[in-house]
């Protein structure tokens, strides 16, 4: 089992960087992949960005793709989300969550196990 803390929301202008951090307990983090997801007020959960156990594969969704990049440190048991070129409609609560599988492509919510509590990032016009 694999506990997760996000940290790193914020408020932040369009245009700035913001860089989400989540933090993992327990010893066997390097097996799981990792993925990021959001959720705006009155929409579902999305899929923002995966990243498998070695950190060599990456996806991300089309909407953040050349903006947002996704990386691990194993050794620190963290998973970022460097977001770059933020717009409003980045505005949600993210959550980072782990899965025994990298799915890639096929990154859906339920394919998760392990969810943190969510960090907000807020980005104004």
């Known amino acids: 089992q694999v506990q997760l803390v996000e940290s790193g929301g914020g408020l932040v202008q369009a245009g700035g960087s913001l860089r989400l951090s989540c933090a993992a307990s327990?010893?066997?983090?390097?097996?799981?992949?990792m993925g990021w997801f959001r959720q705006a007020p009155g929409k579902e959960r999305e899929f923002v960005a995966t990243?498998?156990?070695?950190?060599?594969?990456?996806y991300y969704a089309d909407s953040v793709k050349g903006r947002f990049i996704v990386s691990r440190d194993n050794a620190q048991n963290t998973v970022y989300l460097q977001m770059n070129s933020l717009k409003p409609e980045d505005t949600a609560l993210y959550y980072c969550?782990?899965?025994?599988?990298?799915?890639?492509?096929?990154?859906?919510?339920?394919?998760?196990?392990?969810w943190g509590q969510g960090t907000q990032v807020t980005v104004s016009s």
């Open positions: 969550a782990a899965s025994n599988v990298y799915y890639g492509l096929g990154s859906k919510k339920d394919r998760f196990d392990y």
């Open positions: 327990g010893r066997t983090f390097s097996s799981y992949a």
């Open positions: 990243i498998s156990w070695s950190g060599r594969r990456t």
